[in-house]
């Protein structure tokens, strides 16, 4: 089993065994997973062993920007962190912790409406170059951050959508 899929069954593992018995906790997860809106498996679940593991390095007195967030069904790894803030252009629904806020836009317009508040952690983690370079973004906007996308082809763009 390699690194990146052990690290996945190992979060996704504690994740289910966190959440079973919390029934709107439960019900929250199965619904995003079921809505036919949802573009993600009940197996996937945002490369969770990434969040599970930056969960128990970055201190629990920060503020963490979960920049394309997708669902933000990680930000129950962080529920014991000062505030949980996901970002994310294509998702409406959102998995809602007692301390975690989620917001429908560009990384850039967030940043634009929103700023930054302290002490804070960036996670902009298999986030694609569709809308703005948002590597650069993060990078260019936080001092505390942790940004990872496998390069796609020679100009590191290959994932980049065509506006519509």
């Not at 679940?45 to 069904?73: E, K, N, V």
């Not at 007692?98 to 917001?103: D, G, I, M, T």
Request: aromatic share 14%; charged share 25%; with cysteine.
């Amino acid at each position: 089993m390699d690194n990146d899929h052990e690290a996945h069954e190992i979060a996704h593992t504690i994740l289910w065994d966190g959440i079973k018995d919390s029934l709107p906790l439960k019900t929250q997860i199965e619904k995003l997973v079921e809505d036919n809106s949802a573009d993600i498996e009940p197996d996937f679940l945002g490369f969770l062993g990434t969040y599970y593991y930056l969960s128990h390095i970055i201190p629990h007195d920060r503020i963490i920007y979960d920049m394309g967030c997708a669902y933000g069904i990680q930000a129950w790894f962080f529920r014991n962190h000062k505030k949980y803030i996901g970002v994310d252009v294509l998702t409406t629904s959102f998995f809602i912790q007692p301390n975690a806020e989620c917001h429908t836009m560009t990384i850039k317009d967030f940043l634009a409406q929103h700023g930054i508040e302290s002490p804070h952690f960036a996670i902009c983690n298999y986030v694609p170059h569709w809308y703005d370079d948002n590597e650069k973004i993060v990078r260019d906007n936080f001092r505390h951050l942790f940004v990872f996308y496998p390069e796609g082809g020679d100009d590191g763009l290959s994932g980049k959508m065509e506006e519509l």
